[in-house]
C-alpha cells in the first residue's frame, strides 16, 4: 500500500501568518491527493482534491499544490477557525491511505 | 442537503459481531460510491472500506479484509458495515462518507460517526 507522509507533526503559527503543510507519497499518486481539515468532536472535511481543487465555498486563502509524490497545503493568513488536524489522503491506488496528519496550533 | 446518519455502535465483546448503518438523504444515493472511515481514539483517520454505486465492486483495507463486509441497499438509501471477529484494535469512531462524481471527488460529505468499543 501507498504510505503518506506528513511533516511536520505539529506546526505553531500565529494568527494571521502563512502556514505550509507537507504531504509525502511512497510512490506516485498522480494529482489523486486530497486534504481534509478535522477539528475537535468533529467530522473531517474535505478541502482540496486533485491535489489543487478547491472544495465548494472553501475560502481562497487555502490553496494546494503537488503532484506525484510531493504536495503541500498553505494557508495563507491563519484566521481563528483554521486551527485544526489536516490530513492527506491519496486516492489513486486501493487500500486509499491518509497520512498521519498535521496538527495546526496557536502559537 | 446532504445527510449521512450513522446508527449501531455500541460496546462488543471481542470476537462478536456488530452491523453499522448509515441512513442517507439529500442526494441520489445509488449514484454515488460509499466509504467506511475509522479513527481510534486519540489517533489518525484510516480509511476502512468502500462500495461502488452499484454494489458490484468492494475494496477494504488490509486491516479487515475477511472480517469485515460493506454492503448497501439501494432502495432504502442505506449503506451498511458487518463487522465480525472483532478485535480491541477495530475501537474506533466509525464514518460513512461518499464519494461524488466521475472522476471522483471523494469523500465530500462525512457523516457524525458511530462509536464502536470492542471491550471485555
Known amino acids: 500500500e501507498i504510505v503518506m507522509t506528513q511533516s511536520p507533526a505539529t506546526l505553531s503559527v500565529s494568527p494571521g501568518e502563512r502556514a505550509t503543510l507537507s504531504c509525502r507519497a511512497s510512490?506516485?499518486?498522480?494529482?489523486?491527493l486530497a486534504w481534509y481539515q478535522q477539528k475537535p468532536g468533529q467530522a473531517p472535511r474535505l478541502l482540496i482534491f486533485?491535489?489543487?481543487t478547491r472544495a465548494t465555498g472553501l475560502p481562497a486563502r487555502f490553496s494546494g499544490r503537488g503532484s506525484g509524490t510531493e504536495f503541500t497545503l498553505s494557508i495563507s493568513s491563519l484566521q481563528s477557525e483554521d486551527f485544526a488536524v489536516y490530513y492527506c489522503?491519496?486516492?489513486?491506488?486501493?487500500?486509499?491511505?491518509f497520512g498521519q496528519g498535521t496538527n495546526v496550533e496557536i502559537k | 442537503q446532504v445527510q449521512l446518519v450513522e446508527s449501531g455502535g455500541g460496546v462488543v465483546q471481542p470476537g462478536r459481531s456488530l452491523r453499522l448503518s448509515c441512513a442517507a438523504s439529500?442526494?441520489?444515493?445509488?449514484?454515488?460510491?460509499m466509504n467506511w472511515v475509522r479513527q481510534a481514539p486519540g489517533k489518525g483517520l484510516e480509511w476502512v472500506a468502500v462500495?461502488?454505486?452499484?454494489?458490484?465492486?468492494?475494496y477494504y483495507a488490509d486491516s479487515v479484509k475477511g472480517r469485515f463486509t460493506i454492503s448497501r441497499d439501494n432502495s432504502k438509501n442505506t449503506l451498511y458495515l458487518q463487522m465480525n471477529s472483532l478485535r480491541a484494535e477495530d475501537t474506533a469512531v466509525y464514518y460513512c462518507?461518499?464519494?461524488?462524481?466521475?472522476?471522483?471527488?471523494?469523500?465530500?460529505?462525512w457523516g457524525q460517526g458511530t462509536l464502536v468499543t470492542v471491550s471485555s
Open positions: 489522503q491519496q486516492y489513486n491506488n486501493w487500500p486509499r491511505t
Open positions: 439529500g442526494f441520489t444515493f445509488s449514484s454515488c460510491d
Open positions: 462500495i461502488s454505486y452499484d454494489g458490484s465492486a468492494k
Open positions: 462518507a461518499r464519494d461524488q462524481g466521475d472522476p471522483v471527488i471523494p469523500l465530500d460529505y
Open positions: 510512490q506516485s499518486v498522480n494529482s489523486n
Open positions: 486533485g491535489a489543487s
